[in-house]
């Protein structure tokens, strides 16, 4: 069965890095789109960022663009989120999430999630 | 970025009631859409997608309709699992959005 496993989270002062990790199973990893998707407390839901199935192309919310960067390692079936320059406004649960892959954007599978508080 | 819009933001309703929930686009996404339902404390869970066609394992209780701006997705008949928040996201333009969410609560 198909398994994403998020970790690395935790408390982080602004301007600090955080490097969040996705562990992925049960399924091919190195052929799937992969996304990041976050929810600030009592929010919303919010898409991050996606990498195509062998890294060479990624986009990303304006929101985070130059700060945070999506990459993978399909020898590890690991996908990871480098969080760098962080604000208290990036504070959220981190999904990692699957992309359907059959054409748009759907999230067919999620992690239960990683939280990232940005706080002095 | 196209904007979704859901209404009502919160219902309460009973076991056994049908329910229906609405999403509006910004824009025109023909069927590009998505539902997703979240239980406190849990991932979202992938519901519906190309607007009426139901992820496998989801019950048949479960339908969603609409194309362009308007969709909708309907519970037939209430169980007490399905109280939870549910969200619409469009997923034909980028970036991907999200509806602000709406809250099933029980009568």
């Known amino acids: 069965q198909v398994q994403l496993v998020e970790s690395g989270g935790g408390l982080v002062q602004p301007g600090r890095s955080l490097r969040l990790s996705c562990a992925a199973s049960g399924f091919t990893f190195s052929r799937s789109t992969m996304h990041w998707v976050r929810q600030a407390p009592g929010k919303g839901l919010e898409w991050v960022a996606l990498?195509?199935?062998?890294?060479?192309?990624?986009h990303y919310a304006d929101s985070v663009k130059g700060r945070l960067t999506i990459s993978r390692d399909n020898s590890k079936n690991t996908l990871y989120l480098q969080m760098n320059s962080l604000r208290p406004e990036d504070t959220a649960i981190y999904y990692c999430a699957r992309d359907r892959g059959m054409g748009g954007y759907y999230f067919d599978y999620w992690g239960q999630g990683t939280l990232a508080i940005v706080s002095s | 970025d196209i904007q979704m819009t859901q209404s009502p933001s919160s219902v309460s309703a009973s076991v056994g009631d049908r329910v229906t929930i609405t999403c509006r686009a910004s824009?025109?996404?023909?069927?590009?859409l998505a539902w997703y339902q979240q239980k406190p404390g849990k991932a979202p869970k992938f519901l519906i997608y190309a607007a009426s066609s139901l992820q496998s394992g989801v019950p048949s209780r479960f339908s969603g309709r609409g194309s362009g701006t308007d969709f909708t997705l309907i519970i037939s008949s209430l169980q007490p699992e399905d109280f939870a928040t549910y969200y619409c996201?469009?997923?034909?333009?980028?970036?991907?959005?999200f509806g602000q969410g709406t809250k099933l609560e029980i009568k």
């Open positions: 990498t195509s199935y062998d890294g060479t192309n990624t």
């Open positions: 824009q025109g996404i023909t069927t590009w």
């Open positions: 996201q469009q997923a034909g333009s980028f970036p991907p959005t």
